[in-house]
């Protein structure tokens, strides 16, 4: 039954420490990057002082970022040590965030290569982090793991801008 595929992946998920902290660290990521892009209009408006045009190059430079990353993450193969590759672009993404979140109004080009380079790195990590993932669950309860990691981390979207609705 369904409800019995989903208890046996919670017990997978208990029984091996590491994937439940990767499902953390996904449901944080998508905690805190959600309200992120969720709040970009207000961003290229508000601060930036701009109109559609702003907010089409953010968004455009995400989806050019994402594309560019996921070519360069085939064409590459990615690390070795896909745990420390996930590390590095999850410093990466926080530290391009941060230098968003401080650049001056008259910057707009900075916010942009920012933006640019978060949709670079974003699937170089989801890929590693996928990539472990496979290889350590076996192949007949993937598809019970990865529902359970997509719906923990899908929750987090309503909470994250429930908590950034108000700052905003």
């Known amino acids: 039954s369904m409800r019995g595929e989903i208890a046996e992946g919670i017990r997978f998920l208990r029984s091996w420490r590491g994937a439940l902290l990767l499902v953390g660290v996904?449901?944080?990521?998508?905690?805190?990057?959600?309200?992120?892009?969720?709040l970009m209009p207000i961003l290229a408006v508000e601060h930036f002082g701009g109109a559609a045009w702003e907010f089409a190059a953010l968004q455009s430079a995400v989806g050019i970022g994402m594309f560019s990353g996921g070519i360069a993450l085939g064409v590459w193969?990615?690390?070795?040590?896909?745990?420390?590759t996930s590390l590095v672009c999850l410093v990466l993404i926080g530290g391009f965030i941060s230098v968003?979140?401080?650049?001056?109004?008259?910057?707009?080009?900075l916010a942009v290569t920012m933006v640019l380079m978060v949709g670079f790195v974003l699937p170089i990590l989801n890929g590693s982090i996928m990539a472990v993932m496979q290889v350590a669950i076996p192949p007949a309860i993937q598809g019970r793991i990865f529902s359970l990691i997509n719906s923990g981390a899908t929750a987090m979207t309503p909470l994250g801008l429930a908590i950034a609705g108000p700052f905003s």
Request: no cysteine; charged share 15%; aromatic share 12%.
């Open 26 to 38: 996904f449901m944080l990521v998508n905690l805190l990057l959600e309200p992120v892009f969720s």
């Open 100 to 109: 968003v979140g401080v650049t001056p109004s008259t910057l707009f080009l």
């Open 77 to 84: 193969g990615g690390h070795k040590r896909r745990i420390f």
